[in-house]
């Protein structure tokens, strides 16, 4: 998926390719939720941090580079990669809090912008975290 953010040759039919692999996303979201929840349960404060800490889950899942590793490892990279970045991520959401909100009086339909742009923003900050690991 870094090869729509990063101007590198692409087609519209690589926007889906990683669905293929329907079973691992599925599995590795569900352990993202549960671990997620069980982190919940012991005060609010550690849930944060451990969803925060998954926050990559989802885009590692779709990067051809990780494809091989298993639905533990994912969620491990995530919480690697998000080491030290989780105050920054936070920042970035919350960046985006006005236009969601803007997005209630319209009803939703402004998400129709909204996503698209959050999405590759949040491709962008992976993609600065990695290069910032090499």
């Known amino acids: 998926m ?3 953010v990063n101007d590198q040759p ?4 690589d926007l889906f390719s990683f669905t293929k692999d329907y079973l691992r996303i599925f599995i590795t979201g569900l352990l993202k939720g549960i671990f997620t929840a069980l982190f919940t349960l012991l005060l609010i ?13 989802e885009l590692i899942l779709a990067d051809e580079k990780y494809k091989d590793l298993d ?3 994912v969620l491990k990279k ?3 990669l998000m080491n030290g970045h989780k105050m920054d991520y936070f920042l ?7 236009w969601h909100i803007l997005a209630i009086f319209t009803l939703g339909l402004l998400e129709i912008w909204i996503a698209p742009y959050y999405n590759t923003a949040k491709y962008k900050f992976l993609d ?7």
Do not use: D, Q, T
Request: charged letters at 20%.
């Open 2 to 4: 870094s090869r729509f």
């Open 10 to 13: 692409h087609e519209l039919k």
């Open 45 to 57: 404060v550690p849930g944060i941090i451990k969803g925060l800490g998954y926050a990559l889950v």
């Open 71 to 73: 639905n533990m490892a």
């Open 78 to 80: 995530s919480e690697e």
């Open 92 to 98: 970035l959401g919350l960046s985006f809090i006005g």
């Open 128 to 134: 600065n975290i990695m290069k910032a690991a090499n």
